[in-house]
């Protein structure tokens, strides 16, 4: 099974040379530490800042340079500022080219709820429904079950969607998942996950064709 | 040139009136009009509608107006970060409406630029398309969305000059932008005021057109909500 960084690690596999890349809030930020450092990618922030760096260094921070969670963050040579309305053109315009985020639920037809829980938590969309409208490559990173143990790879979400028919693929730490027209597709195990560990956390449908290897990472 | 400066921000501020819908940019606690809001607060205006990304946290930012419950109604992205306007929200006390953070951004824009709305796929499919036209184009679904109707835009820039040129910083370039003249009455705040002339008309962000007033800020606090940073080796 894997924690938080090794979905991380396994996602950043498939970030490719030239990629512009937006990375959500949570496990998708990650992402950026396990990128092979000889491809050149650039991440996008929706707040406006395209080529993030690193954190800053203690003293070194600066207000007026966060990312999209509101973290402090630097540049990276080549890097630029811009408004929200020309960050929304880079994401819905397709500029970008992969797209992480986290979910609560996602179903087998590739929905994705991540933004409210009615009468409990509201947290708001901020920009995950222009992210899934729009991108034509979005992964999902999440734990496969939540707190209660219960999937959270559904036949129908049961939260209110970000989107819809709009994750491709899911990375969690039972497995690799590809969101096909026929259901959920088993792509690969965590390493010390069986198939049946899987089955028994999917609720969706889940496909499973001949031997799943396990994930390297 | 014509002159956008006024001299403080009780001036800036003039006109400003209870159940008004006003701009307010920034995102979290980054560049965010601190004067102007600090001025809101002191004003005592009840009733407003404040169109912002979001509402700050509950001791900074426009949670200095939901604490004193001037805020009718938010209309935002993103609220996370703030527990009193969370209590608010789910209990009733206030109105919000959520929607895209793109959407937030182009319908500001919209208003800035004369369009009367603009459709998104953002939101197709979900309960934030409820009651609205959608349409298709090219075999994919949008929602149209209106362009916002405020009275008050009050923005914050880093450095502007008299004539209500501004430059912005970092990310605290933001919704600042969009919200220029997208209200009936842009407020540009400025830590650097300088005089005309000054600025290298190359590097304007936003040109005086599309700003009333401009003043100078004073007292920035510059709060950072998240201070993250990695340790030297």
Redesign the interface.
């Known amino acids: 099974m894997l924690d938080k960084n090794g979905i991380a690690k396994r996602i950043a596999k498939e970030v490719q040379d030239g990629y512009y890349v937006n990375l959500g809030i949570g496990i998708p930020t990650l992402v950026a530490n396990y990128v092979r450092d000889d491809i050149e990618v650039e991440f996008q922030s929706e707040n406006g800042v395209l080529g993030m760096g690193p954190f800053p260094f203690e003293g070194e921070e600066d207000a007026d340079i966060i990312n999209a969670g509101k973290q402090t963050i630097t540049t990276l040579p080549g890097a630029s500022f811009f408004d929200s309305a020309t960050s929304f053109a880079m994401i819905r315009g397709q500029h970008v080219d992969l797209t992480i985020l986290g979910a609560m639920e996602v179903s087998e037809d590739g929905d994705i709820a991540n933004w409210k829980i009615p009468g409990k938590m509201v947290k708001g969309m901020g920009g995950a429904m222009d992210l899934v409208a729009s991108a034509e490559n979005i992964i999902v990173a999440m734990m496969h079950t939540n707190k209660r143990g219960e999937s959270k790879l559904l036949k129908k979400c049961s939260l209110p969607l970000t989107g819809v028919a709009c994750v491709k693929k899911i990375v969690t730490n039972l497995a690799v998942i590809e969101v096909t027209n026929r259901g959920f597709k088993l792509l690969e195990r965590a390493p010390g996950v069986s198939v049946e560990d899987i089955k028994n956390a999917t609720e969706g449908t889940l496909i499973i064709d001949g031997d799943i290897p396990e994930m390297s990472i | 040139m014509i002159n956008k400066k006024v001299d403080n921000v009780t001036k800036a501020l003039e006109g400003v009136k209870d159940n008004m819908t006003l701009m307010l940019g920034g ?5 965010i009009p601190e004067n102007a809001i600090a001025q809101l607060v002191k004003l005592g205006v009840k009733g407003v509608t404040c169109i912002s ?1 979001n509402a700050g946290v509950d001791d900074f930012g426009l949670g200095l107006l939901l604490k004193k419950h001037q805020i009718k109604k938010m209309i ?6 703030n527990d009193e306007f ?1 209590r608010q ?2 209990s009733g006390e206030l109105e ?1 409406e ?9 319908r ?2 919209a208003a800035q630029a004369g369009f009367p709305a603009i459709y ?9 398309a409820e009651g609205k036209e959608t349409r298709e184009f090219d075999g994919k679904m949008y929602v149209l969305e209106h362009a916002f109707k405020a009275d008050f835009a009050f923005v914050k820039a ?1 450095k502007g000059d008299e004539a209500g040129n501004l430059i ?11 919200m220029c003249g997208a209200a009936k009455i842009t407020v540009a705040e400025v830590e650097e005021l300088v005089p005309v002339g000054t600025l290298d008309p190359n590097q304007i ?1 936003i040109p005086g057109i599309f700003v009333k007033r401009i003043f100078q800020g004073e007292k920035y606090e ?11 080796n």
């Open positions: 995102f979290g606690l980054s560049g990304n935002s992205s993103y609220v996370g970060e969370e929200m789910l919000v959520l929607i895209p953070q793109g959407t937030l951004a182009e500001c824009r998104t796929p953002a939101g197709y499919g979900t309960e934030v880093w912005f910083k970092g990310t605290a370039r933001n919704f600042n932008p969009n962000h510059k709060r950072i909500e998240q201070l993250t940073v990695r340790q030297r």
